[in-house]
């Protein structure tokens, strides 16, 4: 039996449950379908000691149930238990129309009228509407000799890293230096391990600055405000995010004292030929480029101040680490896995989007959806939580339901009417 809606949400993480609150405060019959569990990626794609970047205040999910989001430590950081716990608690006090357990397995049109065809493994749905909210970070990224490794040495993608615990005894490899990679390579180094990280082209953020987080002051000088178009880095929605981390009250990660610390700072990674790695000679002037990341945030910032006559304190060492440690690390053109001791290889190259159940042309030849703001060139067809879908804040709790609530008003504003 074919059951109908007026509007079908496709994923149960932060931006189908936004979705869901805007369509039920319209008064929208609807349902929302999540192959497994509310907040499922939070669930199942971190590691155990996971949290936030952001801090508690940038939580910005309405009509959130007293108690959960971290109110009451604004300037904290929502560990991973504590983000599940807030989705489900919100789930239910918003009393979302959640299906778990149900995937949507295609989306097509109804040739017998306006509607779409939505195939799950619970049986087929029809639906006036359909908001695609199930993200962009869906597939991990791995570089092609990757395949070329040893097969003694264990390799996992960093969604299915969990603590140092389950990884074999021996040395690791991280692959990329994004807020990801930087997290766990720090993680590792802490737990004990000896530690390898293959430095990718993120920037470098500086978690407190002149009296304040560095939110606070990129959210007051617009940052997340920006659109795609706009930012900075030309690679916009592809670019890696900064590192930096909410970890044990959060602080800045400076790949300098990762190299104090003893880390292995490795170039780019260009292939393998038996056990051994080739290394690009391209380690100092990555971290020349993070350095510099962070040295325009200071002059943004400082800027900023300046033109606001704001009170600041004045610049503190203690701030960022001051060292160039980094510098004094030896190029290596090979890294033999063997005599390193590497026994895993974590790999955190980023994501690709997966919107493979949608059998319309609304994706690009590279699987990024192709729209306006979230909305599509087929009516009634919308996604909700991408990265950069309006602005830099697209796909972050700090302003997926305010992009669920334009995507709403124009889906109805362009598509009056019921399901039939």
Not at 135 to 162: E, H, K, M, S, W
Not at 313 to 337: E, M
Request: proline share 7%.
């Amino acid at each position: 039996m074919v059951r109908s809606i007026d509007t079908l949400v496709v994923g149960g993480g932060q931006a189908g449950l936004a979705s869901s609150h805007s369509l039920a405060r319209r008064g929208v019959d609807h349902v929302v379908l999540e192959a497994r569990r509310v907040g499922e990626s939070w669930r199942s794609r971190r590691w155990d000691s996971f949290t936030l970047v952001t801090p508690n205040w940038m939580t910005a999910l309405p009509d959130l149930p007293p108690g959960v989001g971290g109110a009451d430590h604004p300037n904290g950081f929502l560990p991973r238990a504590e983000i599940v716990e807030m989705l489900s608690s919100w789930a239910t006090a918003i009393a979302a129309p959640v299906r778990e357990g149900v995937a949507v397995t295609s989306v097509t049109r109804d040739p017998a009228g306006p509607s779409f065809t939505v195939e799950t493994t619970d049986g087929p749905w029809r639906a006036r509407r359909v908001i695609a909210a199930t993200g962009t970070n869906r597939t991990p990224r791995r570089p092609r000799f990757a395949a070329d490794l040893p097969i003694p040495i264990a390799q996992l993608d960093v969604i299915a890293y969990r603590n140092p615990e389950l990884l074999p005894p021996g040395a690791v490899l991280v692959v990329g230096s994004g807020q990801s990679g930087c997290q766990v390579a720090e993680e590792l180094r802490l737990a004990g391990r000896d530690v390898y990280l293959s430095v990718g082209s993120a920037g470098r953020f500086i978690r407190r600055y002149r009296g304040r987080d560095a939110f606070r002051w990129t959210v007051a000088g617009g940052l997340f405000d920006l659109t795609e178009a706009q930012w900075a880095d030309p690679r916009g929605r592809r670019s890696p995010n900064p590192h930096l981390t909410g970890a044990r009250g959060g602080h800045t990660i400076n790949l300098h004292r990762f190299a104090r610390d003893g880390v292995h700072l490795l170039g780019r990674i260009e292939g393998v030929t038996g056990s051994r790695l080739r290394i690009a000679d391209d380690l100092h002037a990555r971290l020349a480029g993070a350095d510099a990341f962070a040295a325009r945030f200071r002059q943004e910032i400082d800027a900023q101040i300046e033109r606001s006559g704001l009170v600041a304190p004045d610049p503190d060492d203690s701030d960022d680490y001051p060292g160039d440690d980094g510098f004094r690390v030896p190029l290596v053109a090979q890294l033999d896995l063997g005599a390193a001791g590497i026994t895993s290889v974590i790999w955190a190259c980023g994501f690709a989007p997966d919107f493979s159940y949608l059998g319309l042309p609304v994706l690009a030849d590279d699987g990024w959806p192709i729209h306006d703001g979230g909305i599509t060139g087929e009516p009634g067809l919308a996604f909700v939580g991408l990265r950069f879908q309006t602005s830099a804040k697209s796909d972050l709790l700090f302003g997926v339901a305010a992009d669920a609530a334009r995507v709403v008003e124009r889906l109805f504003e362009a598509a009056p009417g019921a399901a039939g």
